[in-house]
DNA sequence: AATAAAAACAGTAATGATTACTGATTTTGA
DNA sequence: TCAAAATCAGTAATCATTACTGTTTTTATT
């Protein structure tokens, strides 16, 4: 076999486990954690390979990280405009997959990122006026 | 009123009229064929501001560069990962923006990237065998 | 159409997230 | 057990993007 690293291991179980969307450098710090010697760029690397095999999601929202995911479940990204947040929310298909599915593409990966007005940020508007 | 330049009008213009992702670069060699003087920190500049008011998208795909679109209609960005390149699949709806909308999320732009081998490689691969 | 404040610009310098490099260590497959 | 292949730690380099500065354009008001 081929790929194995016991600093790939950790890396795989850090994103596996955290519920946030963390960049490059917050892996590395809870990777710490575990291989506390472990090098910057070896997160770098793997997350990079582990993203290019399709065992990790990565998301952009314009604020100059990658965010990184675990979580290959279909699931959108909604991100608030306000308050910069990132959020869940599952699907119980992946319609997006299925539809490239139907047009001849064999899909591994989707990722959804939804931009707009969280609940939470629409509240505090409504309690302005 | 604000936020008007003729340097933002013509990128907006280049961007919609582009059917490929062009990077913040391609983009800038576009726009310098009407503004011949636009500086790059302009198009850089004038990119950001338009993602952070929903106005383009912008995907990541993981070669380094942010890509950008002008289209907001609903569509799929189906990115082969033997190939790299991005196609446009359009769908009558958004169903990631209803979805969050019965959330109580107010959304106003979507990126859907589902990555795989798109049907030429597929083809492509199965002359090999 | 004159004017002043605000915004945006061109050109350039600086930043810093990410990548590349090198010699050492670990993993793999026989 | 051993050698080739892969990966690593540590560090240096890259380069896409952002910040800065003095100038020009746009806006809003008279």
Redesign the pocket.
Known sequence: ????????EA?ITVLRDMKTHP???AVYEKVREI?P?????????????LRESGDILAISI?D???HFDGDKKPHIHLHCRECKEITDLYMTEDPAGEFATSQGFVPDTSVYIVSGICKDCISKQENQI
Chains 1, 2 share one sequence.
């Open positions: 076999m081929k790929n194995y690293s016991k600093q790939r890396i960049t490059a450098n291989i010697n472990i090098s910057l760029g070896t997160v770098y690397r793997n997350l990079a390979a314009g100059g990280f990658d």
